[in-house]
């Protein structure tokens, strides 16, 4: 098992340095991450879809790297490290499977390093515990394989505050440095805000305890958050003009950051919905939502176990940069998605982990099996209603997804072909599907003009996508249409002339 310190952080700056944090010996129990990890990956792998197509995001993440579709309007909430990541296998493979089998393999991985980040400062098992209960989380299990970038700054967060602490311990773990600047740089660079406001409380006990000063420490810090921000920042100022209009298009996007209380809307979107905008829906059942007011109380009771075992830094930072990662999202949008709150699941699940973990071994006597047997009852239950969301969520994002196909196999069919260009109702990924590119003349992804547009539909297939029951826009009031499913589908003349020739 892993030898802990049972002496607070804080406290060993009295007495020097404190002794550097070791495992000890070869033990079996080493192997307890790494096995959650490869469990996480098959999880993945196995309810998952492989197969299931590239959902809405993930199509303007993947187009800026593939070489089957043209690039999609890139927003300014956006940030390039999920496309960059992808890059080695979208860049020359088109199929979705094998890309979805890459990222299973990657995340279990980066699983793996960052509960290893937290060796040495808690018992294995509980390490082990939180690595299990974040991993099967239907929204983990969902992310995972998915071109998205909130699991991975849920990674960055978990293995940066692991490394710091690790860093803080031992000011000669030069491996705990570098790991600090590479897990913030990690978020950074897939969303450089969320990296902000999970490095708050960093910053400050770095900054504002005299007992954490560590110049090196807070280098190590900056640098990571500056190395991976700097593209996104570069970006706004050669494409959005500047840092300020950047950030103010990214919050008119998101329907205008500010006082929007969103813990309803949250509630709501766990029984599956991957986006709830605008979220409206009635309350899932106590079954689906009883782990989330569950977890304050785990952490809190896990916050009550290290002040009494006298490592309250450890337990503490976590929770801080929990509550900062999701303040964003729970009080400051008007939607809600659940994956934007995975940073604040990976951070609660050491705190939690060992309050659970303290539950099991403090129950003495007859009153021990009924603890296990009420815990483990309750995990199962947990777990069935988990996966019975997961379920839900594959089904319903795969639906989706294949009907986006088959609406680009229509467009191919009478004459949609590349190159080509869509507008409208669900044209963004509807065109990833078609290999066309996307263009819209207003609305959140406005990329051209009606009047580039018109230009455009003379000599290029263009077609515009609406309701079916919905009138086209003005200018293809005179283009033939065609009804497909739920979409009409106005087509220019140059799609006439391309079919006649």
């Given at each position: 098992m892993v030898k802990t310190l049972n002496v607070p952080l804080v406290e060993t700056e009295r007495r020097g340095p404190m002794p550097a944090v070791r495992t000890q010996g070869r033990t079996g129990g080493q192997w307890w991450p790494a096995a959650v990890a490869v469990g996480f990956t098959l999880v993945q792998l196995a309810l998952v879809r492989p197969g299931m197509g590239l959902g809405w995001d993930e199509t303007v993440y993947v187009s800026q790297v593939s070489g089957h579709a043209p690039a999609a309007f890139f927003s300014?909430?956006?940030?390039?490290?999920?496309?960059?990541?992808?890059?080695?296998?979208?860049?020359?493979?088109?199929?979705?499977?094998?890309?979805?089998?890459?990222?299973?393999?990657?995340?279990?991985?980066?699983?793996?390093?960052?509960?290893?980040?937290?060796?040495?400062?808690?018992?294995?098992?509980?390490?082990?515990?939180?690595?299990?209960?974040?991993?099967?989380?239907?929204?983990?299990?969902?992310?995972?394989?998915?071109?998205?970038?909130?699991?991975?700054?849920?990674?960055?967060?978990?293995?940066?505050?692991?490394?710091?602490?690790?860093?803080?311990?031992?000011?000669?773990?030069?491996?705990?440095?570098?790991?600090?600047?590479?897990?913030?740089?990690?978020?950074?660079?897939?969303?450089?805000?969320?990296?902000?406001?999970?490095?708050?409380?960093?910053?400050?006990?770095?900054?504002?305890?005299?007992?954490?000063?560590?110049?090196r420490l807070l280098a190590a810090l900056s640098v990571g958050l500056a190395s991976g921000a700097v593209a996104w920042v570069v970006e706004a100022y050669a494409g959005f003009g500047g840092l300020s209009a950047r950030l103010a298009d990214a919050s008119r996007i998101q329907g205008g950051l500010g006082w929007n209380i969103a813990v309803l809307d949250q509630l709501r979107?766990?029984?599956?919905?991957?986006?709830?905008?605008?979220?409206?829906?009635?309350?899932?059942?106590?079954?689906?939502?009883?782990?989330?007011?569950?977890?304050?109380?785990?952490?809190?009771?896990?916050?009550?176990?290290?002040?009494?075992?006298?490592?309250?830094?450890?337990?503490?930072?976590?929770?801080?940069?929990?509550?900062?990662?999701?303040?964003?999202?729970?009080?400051?949008?008007?939607?809600?998605?659940?994956?934007?709150?995975?940073?604040?699941?990976?951070?609660?699940?050491?705190?939690?982990?060992?309050?659970?973990?303290?539950?099991?071994?403090?129950?003495?006597?007859?009153?021990?099996?009924?603890?296990?047997?009420?815990?483990?009852?309750?995990?199962?239950?947990?777990?069935?209603?988990?996966?019975?969301?997961?379920?839900?969520a594959v089904d319903r994002s795969t639906a989706g997804r294949q009907a986006w196909a088959r609406t680009a196999s229509e467009l191919h069919r009478i004459g949609v072909r590349p190159p080509c260009v869509l507008t409208g109702e669900e044209a963004l990924p509807i065109a990833f599907y078609a290999g066309c590119s996307s263009a819209q003349a207003y609305g959140h992804n406005a990329s051209t003009t009606r009047a580039d547009l018109l230009r455009t539909a003379q000599h290029t297939p263009t077609a515009s996508l609406t309701a079916a029951q919905d009138e086209p826009p003005g200018y293809a009031h005179d283009w033939p249409?065609?009804?497909?499913?739920?979409?009409?589908?106005?087509v220019s003349p140059a799609v006439r002339a391309s079919n006649r020739g």
């Open positions: 300014a909430p956006r940030s390039r490290g999920i496309s960059l990541l992808v890059a080695p296998i979208a860049s020359w493979s088109s199929s979705t499977s094998l890309l979805r089998v890459y990222l299973a393999l990657l995340s279990g991985l980066g699983l793996f390093l960052a509960l290893r980040a937290w060796r040495g400062l808690f018992p294995v098992r509980v390490v082990a515990l939180a690595g299990a209960l974040f991993a099967t989380l239907w929204v983990t299990v969902f992310y995972g394989p998915e071109v998205m970038p909130n699991y991975w700054v849920a990674i960055g967060a978990l293995a940066a505050v692991g490394h710091l602490l690790r860093a803080q311990a031992d000011r000669f773990d030069r491996a705990a440095l570098w790991g600090v600047g590479a897990s913030v740089g990690l978020m950074a660079w897939m969303r450089p805000t969320d990296a902000v406001w999970v490095s708050l409380p960093l910053f400050a006990v770095l900054v504002c305890v005299r007992r954490w000063w560590r110049p979107s766990l029984r599956g919905q991957t986006l709830c905008r605008p979220c409206s829906s009635s309350l899932p059942g106590p079954e689906v939502i009883a782990w989330w007011f569950a977890l304050p109380l785990l952490a809190a009771l896990g916050l009550v176990v290290a002040v009494r075992a006298r490592r309250t830094a450890r337990t503490l930072l976590p929770l801080a940069c929990a509550t900062t990662a999701s303040i964003p999202y729970l009080f400051m949008i008007g939607y809600a998605a659940p994956r934007f709150l995975l940073p604040f699941y990976a951070l609660l699940a050491i705190p939690v982990a060992d309050a659970l973990t303290h539950l099991v071994t403090s129950a003495r006597g007859a009153w021990r099996p009924v603890v296990v047997t009420s815990m483990a009852l309750a995990l199962v239950g947990h777990l069935a209603v988990q996966y019975a969301v997961l379920e839900g249409s065609h009804r497909f499913g739920d979409l009409r589908i106005h």
